[in-house]
């Protein structure tokens, strides 16, 4: 078994150095011009935007796809001039800024990614006639931006858990967690648009099939490592080639374009007092809820909750009591991965699908339980939901290309003020 184990991982590592060179390129018939409109989460459909040379030569104009998506191709590398024609957006929305000409740079095969943020009409930040408009605004931007927060910090919450049970039980810093929420979305993706399974019996299988295939994972591979005796930092190591493997295979089944769902991908917002929610946000806000209300009941009244928290608590005191503490980790692992792919999935609802979208929120997930406390699960959902807050509502006074670094400085302060985390116990050291 032992050179079975240490094959697999030789095996491992090389197919994460021949597979990690292509990891910056970008597609082999990529040169041009590529870019995303969104406002509040969904695409803009129907955006005009013309592409020509530095001095004014048409080179194409596009108009936006349902995924809010845009693409031109150019025959030869330079700078050039994206302007959006503000005319063709939503009439509530506009240009941070008020700039829409960008001059990007397309270099020899490779695609040029060109941003626009949009927000709502008379945000904040802009100068307002009537002050009291002005300040009415910024309290109903703050509103949408705290309902835009909840939203994300619920499916990083469900993601979170599952993370913080599997280290709670093994000790084990998983960093292909993000490729469980990856997988749920692309499973869901395969049966929904592959199979021409609706989206919510394709969601129910995804989930069902990355469960499976999570308890696979520990019945084969990590619980072969424990059984070796094998350290939580050399596991530690190997998740992250784990994690880089799985990132590949979804590349190469996937590929790198994005993608949507068949169904619920663009929805009108309903006006509810000062905050614009889609009717899908809100349906997936009560099952992320529900979720966790359910794992949390199970946890603190079910038998094999209590046998979780004691295998979490102390594992040998836990087997000399008689709890099987392998099969209790086995079904932490299938409960964790299913919640995982549950999350990629309500992610994938809220903007589009690709095969980085777990790597994406990865760090925001470890923020979530580190601030809430390791290895609780409460604290997974404290910390989450300070995180997707924070997150949200520092766009504004901050540029949103900078919101998850602010996110991450308010992580830093409490842990140097409660270094256990939120709902974390002390633990003594030596």
């Known amino acids: 078994m032992r050179r079975a184990v240490i094959a697999f991982t030789a095996f491992l590592g090389g197919l994460v150095f021949l597979l990690a060179g292509p990891a910056h390129a970008g597609p082999a018939d990529c040169q041009g011009l590529r870019g995303t409109l969104t406002f509040q ?9 013309a592409v020509t040379t530095e001095s004014g030569q048409p080179v ?27 005319a063709t957006l939503p009439q509530n929305v506009e240009i941070r800024g008020g700039n829409n000409v960008r001059t990007p740079t397309v270099y020899e095969g490779n695609c040029s990614s060109v941003l626009y943020a949009l927000q709502a009409k008379g945000a904040a930040g802009q100068q307002q006639g009537d002050s009291g408009a002005g300040q009415s605004t910024f309290w109903a931007q703050a509103a949408q931006l705290t309902f835009e927060g909840l939203n994300l910090g619920l499916i990083i919450a469900l993601a979170a858990l599952g993370l913080s049970l ?20 692309i499973l869901t993706y395969m049966f929904n648009v592959g199979f021409g399974l609706h989206l919510i019996p394709a969601a129910v299988a ?26 939580t930092i050399a596991m530690m190591i190997i998740s ?6 799985l990132r590949y295979i979804f590349l190469i089944f996937f590929s790198a374009q994005t993608e949507s769902f068949a169904q619920y991908t663009a929805q009108p917002g309903i006006e509810i007092g ?6 899908k946000n809100l349906v997936a806000m009560g099952i992320e809820l529900a979720v966790l209300i359910v ?52 992610l994938g609802l809220s903007q589009n699908l690709k095969y980085t979208m777990g790597q994406d929120i990865l760090l925001l997930i470890f923020a979530g339980v580190t601030l ?11 910390g989450s939901l300070v995180v997707g807050l924070f997150i949200q509502v520092s766009t504004l006074w901050v540029p949103p290309e900078l919101k998850s670094v602010g996110a991450l400085a308010v992580l830093i302060i409490v842990l140097l003020v409660r270094p256990q985390g939120i709902l974390g116990r002390r633990e003594r050291i030596g």
């Open 372 to 382: 809430g406390g390791l290895g609780t699960a409460f604290g997974a959902l404290v």
């Open 274 to 279: 000062p905050i614009s929610a889609a009717p």
């Open 240 to 245: 992250i080639g784990v994690a880089i493997f």
């Open 41 to 49: 989460g969904q695409p803009v459909n129907g955006a005009k935007i």
């Open 295 to 346: 794992v949390g009941i199970a946890l603190t009244r079910t038998r094999t909750g209590k046998a979780a928290r004691a295998v979490a608590d102390n594992p040998a005191l836990a087997a000399s009591s008689g709890i099987n503490v392998d099969g209790v980790i086995r079904i932490v692992w299938t409960a964790g991965a299913a919640i995982a792919a549950l999350a990629g999935v309500m």
């Open 60 to 86: 194409e104009e596009v108009t936006t796809n349902a995924q809010g998506a845009w693409d031109v191709q150019v025959e030869q590398p330079g700078r050039f001039k994206v302007t959006l024609d503000t």
């Open 166 to 185: 599997i280290y709670g039980t093994t000790g084990l810093t998983n960093f292909a967690h993000g490729e469980l929420v990856t997988l749920g979305a």
């Open 206 to 231: 995804g989930v069902i099939l990355a469960g499976a295939l999570g308890y696979g994972q520990d019945r084969f591979f990590w619980g072969q490592l424990r059984k070796r005796g094998t350290g």
